[in-house]
């Protein structure tokens, strides 16, 4: 592999110097060469500590960090060949667009023909031509985020870190830039490591996600692998929406396992491990694996919640005393049901996925 962490752990005092917290806990994980990785999760799972023990702003307790085959653990950061982008942009205000992106060449001395040559290469990549002499504060958001973008680009370095680079931005603008930021990774083939708590463009952006909580990874996967296979409770809660349905394995065979819940019995899917007879578990089924029809024989239900979205309709649905959330995406579903509407809620089997209680 390109880039490999190896057991990385990061430790700080406490507050008040009693003891110690760990913000990275044993985090071993491969990064091909160009690559596009996202580390996610909520705020103080540690990933914004393994992007810092990547770039070198902090060391590891203990572990090791190998890029290209070198053994970067203690190498300061000026000495990693990297380049981060950064949440606050982090552009001098005092010098033009130009001047920003030249300042890390002008520092490693590269003759001025050179320096004009590859800043005027990466204007044009992150699409700012002609804008070379503008002020900071004469570009909006998205152009200084831009600039910053630029200014990693420029170094052309062997990884390009993010550190939540488009939460200052609007809704808008910030899908545009995941998607540019996502356009350019795949034309230059550089190996990028991305920080977001923001499922959607963590889905949207990546090759493979770090999924993590307490400072520990959870699931690393593709983004249909983490929604459809997740490891555990909390992926399947943290990356899309889910419900949670507690039930009872009654026979395993070929593949499917007979489950009951809500005293019905269902066959779906069996899950990677084994599960015995008897075993309590847990169904996960998203929003758009549930149907809700006026009759049949479905689980009885009453809609508590509808909000039509026009794409579609959202509906919370009360099931035996539990509320399942429920999106409705049929183009010519034939009505819109209200509040107090008793339905029949009707599982997909297929899109079932079943977790150890």
Same mark, same amino acid.
């Given at each position: 592999?390109?880039?490999?962490?190896?057991?990385?752990?990061?430790?700080?005092?406490?507050?008040?110097?009693?003891?110690?917290?760990?913000?990275?806990?044993?985090?071993?994980?491969?990064?091909?060469?160009?690559?596009?990785?996202?580390?996610l999760g909520p705020s103080g799972?540690?990933?914004?500590?393994?992007?810092?023990?990547?770039?070198?702003?902090?060391?590891?307790?203990?572990?090791?960090?190998?890029l290209d085959g070198a053994d970067l653990t203690h190498v300061p950061p000026h000495q990693r060949d990297m380049s981060m982008v950064f949440q606050s942009y982090a552009i001098f205000p005092h010098l033009t667009v130009f001047e920003n992106i030249a300042y890390g060449l002008k520092i490693r001395k590269l003759s001025q023909a050179e320096i004009k040559q590859r800043v005027g290469q990466v204007? /044009?990549?992150?699409?700012?031509?002609?804008? &070379? +002499?503008?002020?900071?504060?004469?570009?909006?958001?998205?152009?200084? !985020? *831009?600039?910053?973008?630029?200014?990693?680009?420029v170094m052309e370095p062997k990884v390009l870190l993010f550190d939540e680079p488009l939460s200052n931005l609007d809704a808008k603008l910030r899908i545009q830039m995941r998607g540019?930021?996502?356009?350019?990774?795949?034309?230059?083939?550089?190996?990028?490591?991305?920080?977001?708590?923001?499922?959607?463009?963590?889905?949207?952006?990546? /090759?493979?996600?770090?999924?993590?909580?307490? &400072? +520990?990874?959870?699931?690393?996967?593709?983004?249909?692998?983490?929604? !459809? *296979?997740?490891a555990n409770r909390f992926v399947a809660d943290f990356i899309g929406q889910a419900n949670f349905i507690p039930a009872r394995a009654l026979a395993a065979s070929n593949g499917r396992l007979q489950v009951e819940a809500w005293g019905r019995a269902f066959d779906v899917p069996g899950p990677e491990r084994a599960i015995a007879a008897g075993e309590d578990v847990i169904l996960v089924v998203r929003p758009e694996g549930i149907r809700l029809t006026p009759g049949g024989d479905g689980?009885?239900?009453?809609?508590?919640?509808?909000?039509?979205?026009?794409?579609?309709?959202?509906?919370?649905?009360?099931?035996?005393?539990?509320?399942l959330a429920v999106v409705d995406t049929n183009p010519?579903?034939?009505?819109?049901f209200a509040?107090?509407?008793?339905?029949?809620?009707?599982?997909?089997p297929e899109t079932v996925y079943v977790l150890p209680a």
């Amino acid at each position: 592999m390109y880039l490999t962490l190896e057991h990385a752990t990061k430790r700080f005092p406490a507050r008040g110097g009693a003891g110690e917290v760990t913000a990275v806990d044993d985090v071993s994980l491969d990064i091909a060469r160009g690559e596009f990785v996202t580390l996610l999760g909520p705020s103080g799972c540690g990933k914004t500590t393994t992007l810092r023990l990547i770039a070198g702003f902090e060391f590891p307790t203990s572990g090791r960090i190998v890029l290209d085959g070198a053994d970067l653990t203690h190498v300061p950061p000026h000495q990693r060949d990297m380049s981060m982008v950064f949440q606050s942009y982090a552009i001098f205000p005092h010098l033009t667009v130009f001047e920003n992106i030249a300042y890390g060449l002008k520092i490693r001395k590269l003759s001025q023909a050179e320096i004009k040559q590859r800043v005027g290469q990466v204007l /044009d990549m992150v699409d700012l031509n002609g804008l &070379g +002499q503008r002020a900071p504060n004469q570009l909006s958001g998205g152009q200084q !985020q *831009r600039v910053a973008l630029a200014r990693a680009l420029v170094m052309e370095p062997k990884v390009l870190l993010f550190d939540e680079p488009l939460s200052n931005l609007d809704a808008k603008l910030r899908i545009q830039m995941r998607g540019d930021i996502r356009a350019l990774q795949q034309d230059l083939h550089i190996t990028s490591i991305y920080v977001t708590h923001d499922q959607h463009e963590a889905m949207a952006m990546s /090759d493979r996600i770090v999924v993590m909580a307490n &400072g +520990q990874v959870q699931q690393t996967g593709t983004a249909e692998e983490l929604y !459809q *296979r997740p490891a555990n409770r909390f992926v399947a809660d943290f990356i899309g929406q889910a419900n949670f349905i507690p039930a009872r394995a009654l026979a395993a065979s070929n593949g499917r396992l007979q489950v009951e819940a809500w005293g019905r019995a269902f066959d779906v899917p069996g899950p990677e491990r084994a599960i015995a007879a008897g075993e309590d578990v847990i169904l996960v089924v998203r929003p758009e694996g549930i149907r809700l029809t006026p009759g049949g024989d479905g689980v009885l239900g009453e809609v508590r919640r509808t909000a039509y979205l026009g794409s579609q309709v959202d509906y919370e649905v009360d099931v035996a005393g539990s509320r399942l959330a429920v999106v409705d995406t049929n183009p010519l579903r034939p009505a819109v049901f209200a509040r107090d509407d008793a339905v029949r809620v009707e599982l997909l089997p297929e899109t079932v996925y079943v977790l150890p209680a």
